[in-house]
């Protein structure tokens, strides 16, 4: 009897143990059951006759930016605008093939550059001119009359006797540097009044037909843009648009070559049209070229400035004077010879003025005097 009590006590003993582990298993379970579902975020059902709406749409998270572009060409552009205007140029009224009377008018771009009046633009633009009217940036229209021409640099000045909406203030165009920003404004095809181009400047010192110390830029110029500004991004001229090259005599096509006189020479040509209706201009008789690595590789040249004669003209003051194909012209009157300095200076001096030229020759240094005559246009 004994013995029997004592099996059934170890039964109802282990009976109470795995009662105990069951009991706590499912006990641990619902109590985890009911933190994780504590821990999930509550999702709200949408209202039935919301979800049932032919118009509902899904819930997208979306985030508001306010874009601000006032950047420095912005500013620029917006600065010197009211300044350019359209040129046209109405000529001579000539009889067509048919028997009819043709008006024939052409059109550029030009530049206030004072509260006067006066404009600059291209002597191309007006040239050959009966009348010529200029187009405002709002649109008004006013009668102008020619001022001053000058063929060589391709400038001319006119004026308008009406108030002008602004005037763009000029910078230094010997401060350039090839890669900085180039700004173009003007009116290609004359009936894209006020359009804004931009490129960067690709050189300096350029030269193009007669025309030399030009700045290249590859800012879009077209027919139309002849006599605009090129800005840089503080909003001053560099330089007054003139030509564009698009192929070569040999059929080559090219693209982005646009051509700006410098802002300096532009500044010094304006006073004399302005002053006497005409440019004095003295001279040496040479052509050049500035020293840079690539155009005077085959030189041996151990100087990183000035400009190197590349042709000297029978008769003229700098055959007399001595100096030669290849010489290096370092400083004038003890001034040093950068970028379109030479002809800048030139244009303050006078036919019968003696002048000093610091040449290189053969690695040494020299001063050559240097007698000026008048140039004939």
């Known amino acids: 009897m004994q013995k029997t009590n004592n099996v059934l006590l170890s039964c109802i003993i282990v009976l109470a143990v795995l009662l105990g582990i069951v009991g706590g ?19 709200v059902a949408a209202p039935i006759a919301a979800l049932n709406s032919p118009t509902a749409s899904p819930v997208i998270p979306t985030t508001s930016l306010t874009l601000k572009e006032d950047s420095a060409v912005i500013d620029a552009a917006r600065k010197v605008k009211p300044a350019v205007v359209t040129v046209v140029n109405r000529m001579q009224q000539r009889r067509g093939f048919f028997g009819g009377i043709i008006s024939p008018a052409a059109s550029g771009s030009g530049l206030i550059i004072d509260d006067k009046g006066y404009i600059v633009t291209n002597d191309h633009v007006v040239e050959g001119a009966t009348s010529i009217q200029v187009v405002f940036s709002d649109g008004t229209k006013a009668d102008a009359k020619l001022i001053g021409a000058d063929p060589l640099a391709d400038l001319a000045v006119i004026k ?6 602004a005037a763009a203030p000029f910078g230094d165009s010997a401060s350039l540097q090839p890669g900085q920003i180039a700004i173009a404004i003007g009116s290609p095809l004359g009936d894209f009044r006020g359009t804004v181009t931009m490129g960067v400047v690709s050189a300096l010192n350029r030269t193009v037909g007669r025309q030399q110390g030009l700045i290249q830029t590859d800012a879009a110029i077209n027919n ?27 059929g080559n096509v090219a693209e982005g070559l646009g051509f700006a006189i410098p802002s300096n020479l ?7 049209l302005i002053a006497k209706g005409r ?3 003295a001279y ?19 100087t990183t400035y000035g400009v190197v004669i590349t042709q000297v003209e029978p008769g003229t003051p ?17 001034q040093r010879l950068d970028q379109d300095a030479l002809t800048t200076m030139l244009l303050k001096r006078k036919a019968g003025e003696t002048i000093t030229l610091t040449i ?15 140039r004939q246009q």
């Open 266 to 272: 532009v500044r010094e040509i304006v006073t004399q």
């Open 25 to 43: 298993g499912v006990m641990g379970g619902l109590a985890g059951y009911y933190v994780a579902q504590s821990a999930r975020p509550v999702e």
């Open 284 to 302: 040496i008789g040479i052509s050049y070229q500035p020293v840079d690595p690539l155009s005077t590789s085959g030189l041996n040249l151990n």
């Open 318 to 334: 700098a055959a007399r004077a001595g100096l030669q194909e290849g010489d290096v012209l370092l400083a004038f009157d003890g």
């Open 279 to 281: 440019v004095d201009r």
């Open 360 to 374: 290189l020759r053969d690695g040494k240094q020299s001063d050559v005097q240097v007698t000026l005559v008048a």
């Open 224 to 250: 139309g843009n002849s006599g605009g500004p090129l800005i840089n991004t503080l909003g001053q001229v560099i330089g007054i648009n003139t030509l564009v090259v698009r192929s070569t005599n040999e």
């Open 160 to 165: 308008v006797d009406t108030a002008v909406p």
